[in-house]
């Protein structure tokens, strides 16, 4: 029989430098560890151009690393038109990028659009933008992650 089509998965922030490269980065690592790379097709891109072709940001490759995620491989990519054909869900890491994706996409796009966070199921809205803040900012993103993370598995897997 052949295999389903894969669960696929667009993860979009502002920059694509800082929390939706680590939110693809650990999902991948769960799926991974979970056996279950076959289930999903995992990305992340940004609203925004500026940091197009670069890697995540240092401090999201360290809180990354003290997890055992290794981001080291990912590029930032600005979020294009055909990704509202191409992923089954595609998640805004706060409300802000979710007013840009629905005002980006096209008619006929047949991706659902949703707010990351509200796979933490703690019943807040958006997941910090770290980038202006410190180190225990990323930590705390990562955590946001983590559960976000374990939720999707559980809910797609
Ligand atoms: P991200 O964080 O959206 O989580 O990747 C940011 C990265 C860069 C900028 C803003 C947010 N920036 O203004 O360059």
New binding site residues.
């Given amino acids: 029989m052949p295999s389903p089509q894969p669960y696929s998965i667009l993860f979009v ?8 490269p680590l939110a693809e980065g650990v999902m991948r690592h769960f799926v991974q560890q979970a056996g279950l790379d076959q289930r999903f097709m995992l990305d992340s891109a ?1 609203t ?1 151009a ?2 197009v072709g670069n890697q995540a ?1 240092c401090r999201s490759i360290a809180v990354g690393g003290e997890h055992g995620v290794d981001l080291s491989d990912l590029r930032a990519r600005q979020v294009e038109r055909e990704d509202f054909y191409r992923f089954d869900l595609i998640l805004a ?1 706060d409300a802000s990028n979710l007013a840009d994706l629905n005002a980006m996409q096209p008619s006929d796009g047949t991706a659902n659009l949703a707010l990351y966070r509200s796979y933490c199921n703690d019943g807040q809205k958006d997941v910090p ?3 202006y803040g410190g180190d225990q900012g990323f930590e705390a993103v990562y955590q946001m992650i983590e559960r976000a993370s374990q939720v999707l598995l559980a809910k797609h897997g």
């Fill in positions: 922030c502002l920059g694509n430098i800082c929390r939706s940004g925004g500026w940091h940001d890491m933008d770290p980038y």
